[in-house]
């Protein structure tokens, strides 16, 4: 299995300030055949279901305000919202799609306003 | 636009079986992969399988002895069977459309319903 994890599980930002959420794999999720990176960001409000941000790592999906990006490559990702807006207060959770027998998601980081 | 909506019991009794029906509309479900994940109260998401629409399946190995997913792509359908249910299994149950591209994939979920809480109790 590719175990997921996320760091901090929690931080507070103030408002137009960067927020950075890391998000790491037990093994590479970079597929050598295509130079991709299996692996996906999601936001999570409360009450509502999570919406896709990102995927292959870097790739912002449509309608998603350019502020929030994706890095990182092989085992080490990095979720960054460049100025935080009150909008944003929510729960990311990465996904890896590496291994399709097994579909695994990060433990979730919370954002809040500081 | 894909839409997905839950429908179910919402209160099972334990060693009962959950079954849940996923209606896609907005698009034919006679395309690509769907799936079933979870969301246990206060914690995380638990990806539950999917299934294509031709019928073939993948179940996380941690639930697979208790799970079945199948589709009516008459109905534009799926659903998620799960038995001899515990209060472990108490939680949100959303469906999703899994992305993929003709021959490769299934990838990520672009796609979610609205999802449908489950509670296992007597």
């Known amino acids: 299995d590719i175990v997921m994890t996320q760091s901090p599980d929690s931080l507070a930002v103030s408002l137009g300030e960067r927020a950075t959420i890391n998000c790491k794999s037990s093994?590479?999720?970079?597929?050598?055949?295509?130079?991709?990176?299996?692996l996906a960001w999601y936001q999570q409000k409360p009450g509502q279901p999570p919406k896709l941000l990102i995927y292959w790592a870097s790739t912002r999906e449509s309608g998603v305000p350019d502020r929030f990006s994706g890095s990182g490559s092989g085992t080490d990702f990095t979720l960054t919202i460049s100025s935080l807006q009150a909008e944003d207060v929510a729960v990311y959770y990465c996904?890896?799609?590496?291994?399709?027998?097994?579909?695994?998601f990060g433990p979730g980081t919370k954002v809040d306003i500081k | 636009q894909v839409q997905l909506q839950e429908s179910g019991p919402g209160l099972v009794k334990p060693s009962e079986t959950l079954s849940l029906t996923c209606t896609v509309s907005g698009g034919s479900i006679s395309s690509y992969y769907w799936s079933w994940i979870r969301q246990p109260p206060g914690k995380g998401l638990e990806w539950i399988g999917y299934i294509y629409y031709s019928g073939s399946t993948n179940y996380n190995p941690s639930l697979k002895s208790r799970v079945t997913i199948s589709v009516d792509t008459s109905k534009n359908q799926f659903s998620l069977k799960l038995s001899s249910v515990t209060a472990a299994d108490t939680a949100v149950y959303y469906c999703a459309h899994t992305f993929a591209v003709w021959g490769s994939g299934p990838y990520y979920f672009d796609y979610w319903g609205q999802g449908t809480l489950v509670t296992v109790s007597s």
């Open positions: 093994q590479s999720v970079l597929y050598s055949s295509n130079n991709k990176n299996y």
């Open positions: 996904q890896q799609y590496y291994s399709t027998l097994l579909f695994t």
